[in-house]
């Protein structure tokens, strides 16, 4: 990611929260009063964010100096400083809620992404994120899964061929779809990879004798049915299981083995990780 990436993210939500201006800061606070706060982290579990809200102050005023004490990815605890802003004290402000409303975000599913794959690192299964993401928030929440070690996903609808199910019943059937998808692929000299869903083995058979496909994601399979559906897959293409895994049983379906899971949760389902500005 980089500063260009976010800079349309950065104004506009400066705009919705700025307005035409802090006028709590303006009203307050001497205009040229330069101050120092310290980003105070006030729960456990992975820092992500800072390279970010380093965007952000520089966004809202290039004189601010932020200066780090932890990098994005690292673990840390209550009372941890991760960084000191110093300049100008309304800019400062300006730019609070801002930061810590991405950071908060970021971190917790960093958090929770590094969580998760601590119950699969005993295997060679990698986490995915999904695109259940907060609309116009993708990017962020993205690279917060990558800060805590994961892998992303297909970032849209442009960048993945993937055929779910409504796809299948709606182009009549997994042979159909496939069909279509390659003859559209040529046609528009289009180089996409395909993943095709699965709701049963025999779906798993129709998408092997068609072929073509990048992998085979198994939708809501049980654990012994992803063991067959893998055993019947091979190395013929990727396996990835999918719907509804959970902290409890995603070390199960690792177990099975599968080449990727994929989790929802990690950018749907988070709450906020606890961290505050404070004026030193």
Sequence with gaps: MTDKDFEKFILDSLSEDVGDGDHSSFASIPKLSINRAHLLVKDEGIIAGIELAKMIFRKVDSNLKVETYLKDGDKVKFGDIAFIVTGNSISILTAERLALNCMQHMSA??????????????????????????PLNRK??????????????????????????????????????????????????????????????????????????????????????????????????????????????????????????????LTHSVLNFDLSLKAI
Excluded: P
């Design 109 to 134: 599913i960093a958090t929770k992404t590094t969580y998760l794959n601590s119950l699969i690192s005993n295997t060679n299964c990698k986490l995915l994120d999904t695109r259940k993401t907060t």
């Design 140 to 265: 962020l929440e993205k690279w917060a899964v990558k800060i805590g070690g994961g892998v992303n996903h297909r970032f849209g609808l442009y960048d993945m061929i993937m055929i779910k199910d409504n796809h299948i019943d709606f182009a009549g059937g997994i042979t159909a779809a496939i069909q279509k998808t390659k003859k559209y692929l040529k046609e528009n000299n289009k180089n996409l990879e395909i993943i095709v869903e699965a709701r049963g083995l025999s779906e798993v058979y129709e998408i092997l004798k068609e072929g073509g496909v990048k992998r085979i994601m198994l939708d809501n399979f049980d654990f012994e049915t992803t063991k067959k559906a893998v055993k019947i897959i091979g190395n013929k293409c990727q396996t990835e299981s999918s719907g509804g895994i959970t902290e409890v049983t995603i070390s199960e379906y690792a177990k099975c083995g599968v080449d990727f899971i994929s989790v929802g949760a």
